[in-house]
């Protein structure tokens, strides 16, 4: 059953082609999927395992054991506030208090606006810089309350707050499911070549190199 | 962009020593390709191609570099455990980066990704892998940004692809998102994780992942921070490399300071001359915990490790040292707790990380590590059992037997148990959630009883921590 | 490396040393020592995973002891290895305990209970109290996964067996682990069911009363059961199995573990078709149709009188005016019984036990024959010629599947229609029918550049190089549409036998005892011990009163004759003309013209109720007796429950039916019988004694024929407007075993027909949308659908699907049947 956009086909199957098993592509095509859509719909699911060539519940089977993939809706801006040992020494969890007072939902809820979710989630590497939170998976690093509240407030009025994470991010925060705003491209004169394994059971030609100055 | 004052990546801390892998963290445009050749960027590359792969190889032996992901086998050893005549072989980077703590490989990544992207194509050639994939933490949209970034530029201008710097050697780089699971920042889970399974640990053996890795082939996985020494390596030799730092722990190591310091950051630090001591005090670095206040504990390695304190002070930075006295440099993480610690919640917010993130593939890990913190949050809740200590440590004892690693304390007459615990698990996560238990009860005992015994008499916390259900 | 093959493997396991297998598990060599090291997710037939930890013990590599999972590790010279030190004890209750804190205690309402492994660990060695009080997982109670498969994720422990037969076993991935850490789960894709021919596996293998099986819910406690190990008369594979039964009634059917045949794996037909047994529409009586009024009846008669009738019908006429079909559903006994009746006492040679859909006994146990080992052996060569094994032998299937995905097998296809194993396959060529001996030729390059049979002569020519280099060939020999004729077939398995230098060819003829009935020579030409009228022991004609003098006729010609009004009594053993010959209109005519039919059989089927005597026989749990299955294995058949009412194991109404013939047949028990059989087969000697022990592999029955090369086969050229008909059978249809199952019936698929996508576009018609076909019989209006599995140029229609019989369409007297479809 088709489900990715032409556009995302194409994306999809770029892909695909640069793994030597295309199942290894699940997992982005999950992100992909994610990306169209905000979430992961059963058709997403369904599209994906034609595509890699296994069933749906392997797709689910996989997608489901990472916590980024979301197979309900979510708000167009995903809050995550960090309330790990890091964090949590420095008012992780009091910040997230805040923020559940602030937009009016506990932890895995969105608000009725649909724009915003938070979540209490584990560390995310900016131990240094606690207490932090992310938006969308863009860092907001020794935020405070007033730091959040300026966040939200931006994202509400349509503005991005990237300038405010003081980690020098910049630009636009692109709604929940896009990740990357610039994708990996091989360009095809310049690929290498990916084969499966089993059809390159030799060894690559520089190794020659090795042998060559044995000899001499 | 020449004489750009140094604006530093943030988190990052300047001090005065050498500088082998954030040299370029100064420049606001670190991440380019411009500024990466401008700063002698792919010499290494060049130099590599130059010499014969097997030289290469012997190069980063020679060098003893310590692999930066946890573990600390030398990357030059671990190289040669690919068996003989058996091909392809891939280079997976681990760039998962979770533990808590951690906050490294997160910057090289951002601030100088083409560093990186030089170290894989030099391990590729030296080892003859024929493709490298770049395992990032799916949570680190920047990362990805930048890596894409640089992989395009550096496919555009002949530095990965085909026919690298115009000789026969070629090689893909490949960028790949993960998802969300601490665990997949174990090798062998990393490696399901990559070929599109859940991220559930191998047992090893037999799946070492240097003869059966990914697609059953043999795989070198590496640490981000490991592999972006190698350029350096390579361009100045390993004798200059084991200048720096100490005999079984030469070059520098980047390490995470956080918690109640006055300067918490990233360093860049010689190995084995410093002491946590210097760290944290020290004018140069962390400048002293806040207020003033005394030192309860500290992390020395990563939520994994077990925890250490005042007495552990002017232990070097320096794997060896720190192993024999009971606990892990792991992956350079430290975090410094002051007196205000409530041990007993620290626990248990450890504890709750390792059963969040416990894949489920191992009985004593699934069902321990929920366990461990469902009784660790009625003790902090005020609902303990006297019995409650003894089964917290039983519990630990049935997912990690024999006595668990732990720091000496001479002023107990307590001797330290060396890594690694003994496991009842596959990996060690399970077995990683024992630490702070352990930790903690064999330190802070009464602090437990306290919470049983005068549930009344603690101010419990206003914000009560959350559990998964 | 050198000197550690040629060491021994010697481990010491509590103090005692042994000497290991070289690659054997610990945990595998420690219990053929008569250790048992707990376990749960270990099962031999499955990689191991590891993942219970349940199995861990003290073992020492010489580095210290430390504990480590039995069933990862392979033995090593040196080990030492403590099953009940402390340490072990220690962590495997601990274990225990991890295991059961979540674990639901509703033994006394679980199907598992009595048979836990979770259970007897706990009484045996776990705690007395719990120390868990802390609220267990909570999932919604069981939920269908299928139509016969409960899971209840309470009582799940993960050991991943389940999952694992679904992916690697069966390869139906449609069970997956889902969620992470301590809220994982197995479950389906939501709205896609685990539909697998196998999933009746996963409910055996669960160590857990996690999976449980509907037929089985809560219908017994297993302390109730009483067991008897016995081989699935069903198909032809001859799986072995273990009948458990209660109360005089079989409640379930599971599979035993033979290195030979099944290794413990069923396909759900298999193992819930024996609920079709108990059956209250079973035949318990004889029933007899007097004819005395216009609208014929059967009434309720007794066996005297039964018996008497059908002794009169045949002593009323002459030998080569009687005739038999059927016998496949017998046991060796009493189709040697039936065989001396029919052509030792009544002297006819008109009897066959297939119904014009398999091959001549005579030519296919001529071919030098393969076991399943030798067609399974690890980096073989396998050629289908024939069925898919998937939809008709289930288990072989599973064999054949683990064959190429996991042993390095190479398949090549040579099919009219992909099959189940074609996703493993080397090379896949669709071949249209009656033209597979030309597409062998092709293989070996004779032959022109252009298409032949639908084959491109290049890709014929690549799997042709497969075989020429491989150094020993298994066909698997069979009829891979029933609107073929055998001719085309043994046309092209000469065709392959005479190429390649070293090759062996396995039956898949399909149906239950059929091979038995050819070595009991129930077919024309034939006698006991693959010997024919002219071939034969002396020392039957010491044994039996009286034999044939010329071959008779074979199924066709039996009902071929029937229709002219040649045959005055019909006897069939267990056979439906009606719906089981190919050429359906043909079988009426020949029913209609017959004067007495006596018909012997289980269940009411469309061709009993035209008969003139029905005798009810006793079904395959209800008797004792052996089984041959397609290599020619013997083993036993356990009988564990009674027949309902008088109905009778076959042999022994053919020892009554033979007293109303004033003759003593010679035997009054299966022992006898056996006995007999030996003195008069040179194949069957000390078999009896062989198999008493090695039940559970069997006894393989070797020799017999010479190479027989009946003519070449000539088939009318394909025309580029007809289609040439596919006619398959699945593994779920309306058969009447599958009727009668209450697990079984209603999964039969719709009937429709399938073209070639191309050729289906062509057609100008809607997916479903009625068309209608015509050959020498029809015509016929079906929905038409587009089906990748089948070659251009052909039309693909299912055996007894629901709405239509494809045996209207087929024309048995021609080698192939072309159809053409009626443009509106
Ligand atoms: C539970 C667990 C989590 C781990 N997480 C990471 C990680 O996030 N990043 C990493 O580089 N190594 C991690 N490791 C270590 C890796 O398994 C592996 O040792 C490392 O990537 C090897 O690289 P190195 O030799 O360069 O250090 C983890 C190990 C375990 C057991
Ligand atoms: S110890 Fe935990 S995380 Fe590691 S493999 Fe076992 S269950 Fe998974
Ligand atoms: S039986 Fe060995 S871990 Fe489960």
Redesign the pocket.
């Known amino acids: 059953m088709a489900y990715f956009t032409e556009e995302n086909l194409r994306r999809a199957h770029e892909i695909i082609d640069r793994y030597p098993r295309a199942k290894s592509a699940v997992i982005p095509l999950l992100h992909l999927a994610q990306e169209q859509n905000g979430w992961i719909t059963n058709e997403a699911m369904t599209h994906i395992a034609e595509l890699t060539n296994v069933t749906s519940a392997e797709v689910l089977g996989t997608g489901s054991f990472y916590e980024m993939f979301k197979f309900h809706p979510v708000g167009k801006y995903l809050v995550n506030v960090c309330t790990n040992i890091s964090c949590q020494l420095l008012g992780g969890e009091e910040l997230l208090h805040h923020a559940e007072s602030t937009l009016g939902i506990t932890d895995g809820e969105t608000t009725e606006d649909g724009l915003f979710t938070l979540e209490d989630v584990e560390c995310i590497a900016a131990c240094t810089e606690a207490p932090c939170f992310t938006v969308n998976y863009r860092y907001f690093h020794r935020a405070d309350e007033n730091t959040f509240d300026e966040v939200v407030a931006e994202l509400r009025s349509g503005r991005s707050p990237l300038d405010k994470g003081k980690q020098g991010d910049s630009g636009d925060i692109p709604s929940h499911g896009t990740l990357s705003r610039i994708q990996q491209h091989i360009p095809l004169d310049r690929k290498a070549g990916i084969t499966p394994p089993e059809d390159s059971k030799t060894a690559p030609v520089w190794m020659e190199k090795n042998a060559e100055e044995a000899k001499s | 962009m020449n004489n750009s004052a140094p604006a530093f990546a943030a988190g990052y801390i300047n001090n005065d020593g050498p500088k082998l892998i954030t040299e370029r963290f100064q420049f606001e445009d670190s991440f380019t390709l411009e500024r990466f050749l401008n700063t002698g960027g792919y010499d290494g590359l060049r130099k590599a191609l130059e010499r014969k792969p097997s030289e290469v190889h012997d190069e980063v032996r020679e060098a003893i570099l310590?692999?930066?992901?946890?573990?600390?086998?030398p990357?030059g050893v671990?190289w040669g455990f690919c068996p003989e005549g058996v091909w392809p072989r891939y280079l997976v980077v681990?760039?998962?980066?979770?533990?808590p703590g951690?906050y490294k490989?997160r910057l090289l990544m951002e601030r100088d990704p083409h560093q990186l992207i030089e170290g894989c194509l030099i391990a590729c050639y030296a080892l003859g892998l024929s493709q490298c994939f770049l395992y990032v933490?799916g949570e680190m949209a920047l990362a990805q940004e930048r890596i894409a970034n640089a992989l395009n530029e550096a496919y555009e201008a002949g530095y990965v692809g085909r026919n690298i710097l115009g000789q026969d050697f070629s090689v893909d780089i490949v960028l790949h998102w993960g998802a969300g699971a601490?665990?997949v920042?174990?090798?062998?889970a990393?490696i399901e994780s990559l070929e599109g399974n859940r991220g559930m640990?191998r047992l090893k053996p037999p799946y070492f992942p240097a003869a059966i890795g990914l697609y059953g082939q043999p795989t070198i996985?590496?640490?981000?921070?490991?592999?972006s020494n190698i350029p350096w390596i390579i361009d100045n030799g390993a004798s200059a490399y084991k200048e720096m730092g100490s005999e079984t722990s030469p070059g520098t190591r980047l390490f995470a300071i956080s918690g109640h310091v006055n300067r918490p950051g990233v360093y860049e630090v010689e190995q084995g001359v410093t002491t946590f001591r210097d760290l944290f005090y020290g004018e140069n670095f962390c400048q002293g915990i806040r207020n003033g206040n005394e030192l309860k504990m500290f992390i020395p390695g990563g939520g994994?490790a077990p925890w250490f304190f005042e007495e552990h002070l002017d232990l070097p930075l320096e794997a060896r040292p720190v192993g024999e006295a009971g606990s892990m440099l792991g992956?350079g993480a430290i975090v410094v707790m002051d007196e205000t610690t409530d041990a007993v919640k620290a626990c248990l917010r450890v504890v709750r990380f390792f059963a969040r993130e416990s894949c489920g593939k191992c009985s004593p890990c699934r069902e321990g590590t929920t366990w461990e913190e469902k009784i660790l949050r009625r003790i902090y809740e005020g609902d303990g059992r006297p019995s409650d200590i003894e089964l917290l440590l039983d519990i630990g004892d049935n997912i990690s037997p024999g006595p668990y690693p732990v720091a000496a304390f001479s002023d107990q007459n307590l001797e330290a148990v060396p890594f690694p615990p003994r496991q009842t698990t596959i990996?060690?996560?399970g077995p990683?959630s024992v630490a702070p238990i352990t930790s903690a009860i064999r330190r802070f005992r009464a602090e437990f009883e306290t919470l049983i015994t005068q549930r009344d008499s603690i101010p419990v916390s206003a914000a009560p921590i959350e559990v998964e259900q | 490396m050198s000197d550690e093959n040629t060491s021994e493997i010697e481990v010491t396991l509590n103090g005692e040393k042994f000497i290991a297998n070289p690659g054997e598990l610990l945990i595998d060599a420690a219990e053929r020592m008569g250790t048992e090291i707990p376990r749960f997710c270990h099962h031999s037939r499955l990689k191991p995973v590891g993942m219970c930890r349940m199995c861990l013990v003290e073992v020492d590599t010489g580095r210290g002891p430390s504990l480590q999972p039995s069933c990862m590790l392979t033995c090593q010279p040196g080990m030492t290895v403590e099953t009940e030190s402390e340490k072990t004890v220690k962590a495997q209750d601990g274990v225990l305990e991890f295991l059961l804190i979540n674990h639901p205690l509703d033994c006394p309402i679980c199907d598992k209970g009595g048979e836990c492994p979770l259970q007897d660990q706990t009484l045996a060695y776990g705690p007395g109290e719990s120390r868990y009080i802390e609220q267990k997982r909570n999932f919604e109670k069981p939920i269908p996964i299928n139509e016969n498969v409960y899971l209840d994720r309470e009582r799940c422990i993960l050991c991943d067996r389940c999952t694992r037969f679904a992916d690697e076993v069966a390869g139906d991935k449609l069970i997956h682990f889902q969620g992470r850490g301590s809220q994982t789960e197995v479950n389906t894709f939501p709205d896609e069911p685990f539909s697998s021919y196998f999933s009746g596996n996963t409910v055996q293998i669960c160590p857990v009363g996690a999976l449980t099986a509907r037929p089985y819910r809560f219908k017994a406690r297993p302390w109730d059961l009483e067991e008897a190990e016995s081989t699935s008369a069903f198909d032809s594979v001859g799986s072995r199995i273990s009948i458990h039964a209660s109360r005089n009634q079989v409640l379930r059917l599971q599979g035993v573990d033979s290195d030979s045949v099944n290794w413990g794996w069923l396909s759900d037909k298999e193992r819930f078709i024996f609920e079709a047994f108990s059956h209250v529409d079973r035949l318990d009586t004889p029933l007899i149709n007097k004819k005395e009024t216009e609208n014929s009846q059967q009434d309720k008669s007794s066996w005297p009188e039964s018996l008497k009738a059908a002794a009169t019908a045949l002593k009323e006429t002459s030998s080569d005016r009687i005739a038999i079909l059927g016998g496949s559903r017998l046991t060796n006994e009493s189709q040697y019984a039936w065989t001396k009746v029919a052509k030792g006492i009544l002297g006819t040679d008109n009897i066959d036990a297939q119904m014009g859909d398999g091959l001549p006994p005579e030519f296919l146990l001529g071919l030098p024959r393969a076991t399943i080992n030798d067609a399974c052996k690890p980096g073989g060569t396998i050629v289908l010629l024939g069925p898919d094994p998937k939809e008709e032998l289930g288990s072989l299937y599973l064999r054949l599947r683990h064959a190429v995905v996991h042993d390095g097998a190479t398949l090549i296809e040579l099919t009219p229609t992909s099959t189940g194993l074609t996703p493993y396959a080397t090379h896949s060529l669709r071949v249209r029918p009656g033209e597979t001996a030309e597409v062998v030729k092709a293989m070996f390059g004779e032959g022109g550049v252009a298409p032949i049979g639908g084959v491109d002569p290049e890709d014929a020519k690549k799997a042709g190089s497969l075989l020429q280099t491989a150094e020993s060939v298994t066909v698997l020999l069979g009829r891979s549409s029933l609107a073929e004729t055998e001719g085309p077939v043994i046309d092209a398995a000469l065709a392959l036998h005479d190429r390649l230098a070293d090759v062996q060819f396995l039956s898949l003829i399909r149906r239950g005892n059929i091979h038995g009935a050819f070595d009991m020579g129930m077919a024309p030409n034939l006698l006991p011990g693959r010997t024919t009228l002219t071939s034969h022991q002396a020392s039957i004609k010491e044994i039996w009163p009286t034999l044939p003098t010329t071959r008779g006729h074979d199924a066709v010609q039996i009902i071929e004759a029937a229709a002219e009004g040649k045959i005055d009594v019909l006897l069939l053993l267990g056979a439906d003309p009606l719906n089981d010959f190919p050429d359906k209109s043909l079988a009426e005519e020949a029913i209609e013209k017959t004067k007495t039919i006596i018909s012997i059989d289980l269940f009411p089927t469309d061709t009993t109720s035209q008969a003139d005597i029905v005798l009810p026989a006793a079904g395959p749990t209800e008797i004792d007796g052996t089984f041959t299955n397609l290599e020619g294995r013997i083993s036993l058949i356990s009988r564990k429950v009674s027949p309902p009412g008088t109905a009778r194991p076959d042999w022994m109404i053919a020892v009554d039916l033979a007293k109303y013939l004033d003759i003593d047949l010679g035997f009054s028990s299966v022992e006898e019988i056996w006995e007999e059989i030996e003195k008069i087969s040179p194949i069957h000697q000390d078999i009896i004694h062989s198999l008493s022990e090695q039940s559970r592999e069997g006894v393989l029955v070797k020799g017999g024929f010479e190479l027989s090369r009946p003519g070449e086969t000539k088939v009318q050229s394909h025309d580029a407007y007809s289609f040439r008909l596919v006619v398959t059978r699945t593994m779920y249809d309306q058969g009447t075993f599958n009727a009668y199952s209450q697990s079984l019936v209603g999964l039969a698929p719709k009937a429709s027909l399938g073209f070639e996508p191309t050729d289906f576009s062509a057609l100008g018609v809607e997916v479903g949308e009625e068309v209608e076909v015509v050959g020498s019989k029809g015509p016929v209006v079906l929905p038409a659908k587009p089906d990748s599995k089948v070659a251009k140029g052909t039309v693909h229609v299912g055996l007894n699907h629901t709405g239509f019989s494809a045996t209207e369409l087929i024309d048995a007297s021609v080698p192939v049947t072309d159809l053409t479809v009626v443009s509106k």
């Not at chain 2, 681990?94 to 533990?99: A, I, P, R, Y």
């Not at chain 2, 920042?185 to 062998?188: A, I, L, S």
């Open positions: 310590l692999g930066r992901g946890g573990a600390g086998f990357a671990k681990n760039g998962d980066e979770s533990e951690t490989d933490r601490y665990i920042g174990e090798e062998t990393l640990p996985v590496n640490n981000v921070e490991t592999l994994s992956s990996c060690p996560l990683s």
